[in-house]
């Protein structure tokens, strides 16, 4: 009778054994999958975040981020006076080239003045200008009549290295003299030597 109830409470004491282990096997497989799919549950949460907080900047886009925020096509910076190409200043709404007259000064007056055209010959291998000697003979050239008012723009070009860059400053009636060359864009008149200027460029070649 002793043997037979020790057989039972060894029995039922290792059926709570296993009873106990299966619960623990369980209830460790519960904590597993709620631990491995709490990671996950971030994640997503920090993805949802970073794209709500791009929605509410909507200037920027992918660029923006990745700190590319300048424009892909910038305008190209200017040239570096030092590296000899052509570069100047001024008023954006001056002429260039097609001037209607190139000339030397000889005789200023009050609202005009008198230049001995400079002539454009053309030497075979391209075109040179042709001017009379400094104080020689110049009556083999033609000479013109430049006359001008308070409408008229009068600048200054300092030109550097031969022509390969220049300066342009404003200017006035006082800054031209005698034996300057000038650059003239107007308007003749119907004797065909004078022509009113609507801009003078006096050029100053630094040498």
């Known amino acids: 009778m002793k043997k037979r109830l020790e057989k039972l409470l060894k029995k039922q004491l290792w059926k709570r054994t296993i009873l106990a282990g299966m619960v623990c096997v369980m209830l460790l497989g519960v904590q597993g999958c709620g631990g491995s799919q709490e990671p996950a549950d971030t994640e997503q949460e920090t993805e949802r ?10 200037g920027e886009g992918p660029e923006d981020v990745n700190g590319d925020s300048g424009p892909a096509d910038a305008p190209d910076s200017p040239q570096d006076p030092a ?3 052509e570069t100047g200043g001024g008023n954006a709404s001056r002429k260039e080239g097609n001037e209607d007259l190139t000339g030397e000064i000889r005789e200023l007056e009050d609202g005009q003045f ?3 055209v400079i002539q454009t010959e ?14 020689g003979d110049d009556s083999d050239f033609a000479h013109a009549t430049v006359t001008y008012d308070e409408n ?4 200054i070009r300092t030109i550097y290295d ?4 220049y300066e342009d400053a404003d200017g006035s ?7 300057d060359t000038v650059d003239v864009w107007g308007t003749y008149g119907s004797d065909g030597t004078t022509i009113h200027a609507d801009q003078i460029q006096i050029n100053r070649v630094v040498r």
Do not use: C, F, H, N
């Not at 975040?49 to 909507?58: N, V």
């Not at 008229?152 to 600048?155: A, E, L, P, V």
């Not at 031969?162 to 860059?165: C, P, S, V």
């Open 162 to 165: 031969g022509g390969a860059r």
């Open 152 to 155: 008229t723009d009068i600048y």
């Open 122 to 135: 053309d030497i075979g291998d391209g075109m040179v200008m042709v001017s009379p000697a400094s104080g």
């Open 173 to 179: 009636a006082e800054d031209l003299t005698r034996d």
């Open 49 to 58: 975040d970073a794209l709500d907080a791009q929605a509410e900047k909507p």
């Open 83 to 85: 590296s000899g190409a």
């Open 114 to 116: 008198t230049v001995v």
